[in-house]
């Protein structure tokens, strides 16, 4: 999942959690083992609820210019 915004008008109305709920439903009809997302720190209390966990492993990046 990427880049689950909501403007801040819109917040507190249940709408991420919504699409949340459908695109886990679409998923485990497709019978898709693990869904992965990058979180900030004010949709983690959100993806927590739906039992999303922080993985141990690290993400890292190198950037060439």
Known sequence: IHNVLTY???R???????I?????????KANVSTIDLLATDDGKPL??????SEPQNTY?????R
Do not use: C, Q, T
């Open 47 to 52: 993806y927590k609820k739906f039992g999303f």
């Open 60 to 64: 890292m990046r190198l950037e060439i």
């Open 20 to 28: 949340l709920s459908e695109l886990i439903e679409e998923a485990k």
């Open 12 to 18: 507190r109305w249940g709408i991420s959690s919504k």
């Open 8 to 10: 801040p008008e819109y």
